[in-house]
Nanobody, 126 residues
Framework: VQLQASGGGLVQAGDSLRLSCAASGGTFSSLSMAWFRQAPGKEREFVAHITRSGHDTSYSDSVKGRFTIFRDNAKNTVALQMNSLRPEDTADYFC????????????????????WGPGTQVTVSS
C-alpha cells in the first residue's frame, strides 16, 4: 500500500486547510486510516482515525471539534478538514493505514500502523 498526502501549506491562525491522502496498491475499503502529526523536536502524535466503513471516527483532545476526518472509499482517499487552525497545529502531517480493523485506544498508537506516507507540512502563523 502506498500513501501520498497533500494539501499542506502556510496559513494564518483561524484559517482552514484540507489535507488529502491518496492510497494505492491495496483494497482501500479494507484499511483503517489515520492522521498523525509531528512538530519539530516533538514526538509523533495521533490526530484522528476513521474505520474502514467511515462510520466511526476518533480524535485527539487537541483537535476535537476543529478537525474532521472523512474518507471516500470509491476514490481511495481520506481527508482531514482542519478548521480554526492554531499555531500549535504547526507540524508535518502523515497519513497512516493498517489492514486490521482498529477500534478503541489502540488507534492512537503509531506502532500499529503498517503503512505510512511522506508528510505534508502545515505551518500556522499567529
Amino acid at each position: 500500500v502506498q500513501l501520498q498526502a497533500s494539501g499542506g501549506g502556510l496559513v494564518q491562525a483561524g484559517d482552514s486547510l484540507r489535507l488529502s491522502c491518496a492510497a494505492s496498491g491495496g483494497t482501500f475499503s479494507s484499511l483503517s486510516m489515520a492522521w498523525f502529526r509531528q512538530a519539530p523536536g516533538k514526538e509523533r502524535e495521533f490526530v484522528a482515525h476513521i474505520t474502514r466503513s467511515g462510520h466511526d471516527t476518533s480524535y485527539s483532545d487537541s483537535v476535537k471539534g476543529r478537525f474532521t476526518i472523512f474518507r471516500d472509499n470509491a476514490k481511495n482517499t481520506v481527508a482531514l478538514q482542519m478548521n480554526s487552525l492554531r499555531p500549535e497545529d504547526t507540524a508535518d502531517y502523515f497519513c497512516a493505514a493498517d489492514r486490521q480493523a482498529l477500534y478503541g485506544t489502540v488507534v492512537r498508537r503509531s506502532q500499529v500502523y503498517d503503512y505510512w506516507g511522506p508528510g505534508t507540512q502545515v505551518t500556522v502563523s499567529s
